[in-house]
């Protein structure tokens, strides 16, 4: 399996919908996971971060860390336009490595 | 917010010829990276320095780069002799500590064209 994989998607929800982000992980990975934004031809912006089992909320995201299964996700409601870009799930490849390695990406388009 | 600048954003370069990326991380940032991102492919891991000296370089990371903090605020990416396959968006990041949770901040990044 590869250290981060997401699924390829694209992926395109109605605006107002809620958006289903998915990356799991291998044995390897750290147990910390960020996602993050990438617009075309710009930089990833950091989203959100997560390390605890379960569900952590900030604003219209959610992320969600099942270690037993080892998948994270990130939920987007009430989705606008402007949430259209690709997201990043990203993990330090083991425990002891500071950096990243990071998923292929979701292209998420959000139609008006 | 403090944000981590990147100069210049675009470089054109003819193959053979060495290039100097600059970045300047947060400033009370400690860890400092440098990533790579081939148009169409996923953000690929260079090299990380921390205390002044390489933490972990990737297998991308040969003889070619190098990297330097050549005072206290500039963290510069050198690749000597460019070659075509090096054409591709290179991000500088920096992070507050070494903690696993803590997020890494990414700059705009460096466009590098090797024609």
């Known amino acids: 399996q590869k250290e981060v994989e997401q699924n390829s998607g694209p992926l395109s929800v109605p605006e107002g919908a809620i958006a289903s982000l998915n990356c799991t992980y291998s044995d390897r990975v750290s147990q910390s996971f960020f996602w993050y934004r990438q617009y075309s031809g710009k930089s990833p912006e950091l989203i959100m971060s997560i390390y605890s089992n379960g569900d952590k909320e900030d604003g219209r995201f959610t992320a969600q860390l099942n270690k037993a299964s080892q998948y994270v996700s990130l939920l987007i409601r009430d989705s606008q336009p402007s949430d259209s870009a690709t997201y990043l799930c990203?993990?330090?490849?083991?425990?002891?490595?500071?950096?990243?390695?990071f998923g292929s990406g979701t292209q998420l388009t959000v139609l008006p | 917010e403090p944000e981590v600048t990147q100069t210049p954003s675009h470089q054109v370069t003819q193959m053979g010829q060495e290039v100097i990326l600059r970045c300047v991380p947060i400033?009370?940032?400690?860890?400092f990276y440098w990533y790579r991102q081939i148009l169409g492919q996923k953000v690929e891991f260079l090299v990380s320095f921390y205390n002044n000296e390489i933490s972990e370089k990737s297998e991308i990371f040969d003889d070619q780069f190098s990297v330097e903090r050549p005072d206290g605020s500039n963290f510069t990416l050198k690749i000597r002799s460019t070659k075509l396959e090096d054409s591709a968006m290179y991000f500088c990041?920096?992070?507050?500590?070494?903690?696993?949770?803590?997020?890494?901040?990414f700059g705009d990044g460096t466009r590098l064209s090797i024609l």
């Open positions: 990203a993990g330090p490849p083991n425990r002891s490595a500071r950096q990243l390695t």
């Open positions: 400033s009370n940032h400690l860890y």
């Open positions: 990041a920096s992070r507050v500590s070494g903690a696993s949770s803590q997020p890494q901040h």
